[in-house]
């Protein structure tokens, strides 16, 4: 099996590892990943339960694609994010439940708990609206993504994750659709404590090493 061969079939696992996860359904949202000089990415208006290898879309970083299927509508997004970011191997889209309804609120989720952090930064934070798939909506995602964010909410619309992989990257989207289940959780019990940005900006040096083997 070549390479692309293997990315192709990784990104119909991630797809799947989603589902069953419950945070991508329909045609609600969308996975790529960076391949070669370009990206494979998830194809438009295909169930996600009818998406398999031969339907995921090559795309150049010019916007040029191959194959029979278009791609997804929020590709814009995903080609600026590999232009602008060398350290990004792969993106996760999604219409989850939990995330999704905070993005219809469009407010940033706080420092109310310290794995906000994971999406690097002092909160999570919420990127303008602008129709879906629209270079607009691009531009607002990347400026919310500023800096070493990994992690964002799109205004009346969903999440977006991004990861060294598609492991990293899956794995972010889930953990950030729980920090927003929590956080409703918490609002609807009372008002949640906020942490220092001095104690998420240790929290941030600690997950810089996270996992690693301390010599």
């Not at 060294?164 to 659709?177: C, G, K, N, S, T």
């Not at 959780?185 to 810089?208: D, N, Q, W, Y």
């Amino acid at each position: 099996m070549t390479a692309a061969a293997r990315a192709r079939r990784a990104v119909v696992d991630t797809v799947r590892w989603l589902m069953a996860r419950r945070l991508y359904t329909g045609t609600s949202g969308n996975v790529s990943v960076r391949s070669g000089d370009g990206l494979l990415i998830t194809p438009t208006g295909v169930a996600c339960d009818d998406v398999d290898a031969a339907s995921i879309v090559a795309l150049t970083l010019d916007g040029v694609a191959r194959g029979a299927f278009a791609p997804s509508s929020e590709w814009r997004i995903h080609r600026d994010i590999y232009r602008r970011r060398p350290d990004a191997g792969a993106v996760v889209h999604t219409h989850s439940t939990f995330a999704t309804a905070l993005s219809c609120l469009r407010r940033p989720i706080p420092a109310f708990h310290y794995m906000v952090a994971k999406a690097g930064g002092g909160d999570l934070r919420c990127a303008r609206y602008a129709t879906y798939g629209s270079e607009a909506l691009s531009r607002n995602a990347l400026a919310a993504l500023g800096g070493d964010r990994r992690a964002c909410l799109l205004a009346n619309h969903g999440l977006l994750a991004l990861g060294a992989d598609l492991a990293a990257a899956r794995l972010l989207a889930e953990e950030m659709e729980a920090l927003c289940e929590q956080y409703i959780h918490a609002r609807s019990a009372g008002t949640p404590v906020i942490l220092s940005a001095g104690e998420m900006r240790r929290v941030r040096a600690k997950f810089a090493t996270y996992g690693r083997k301390t010599p």
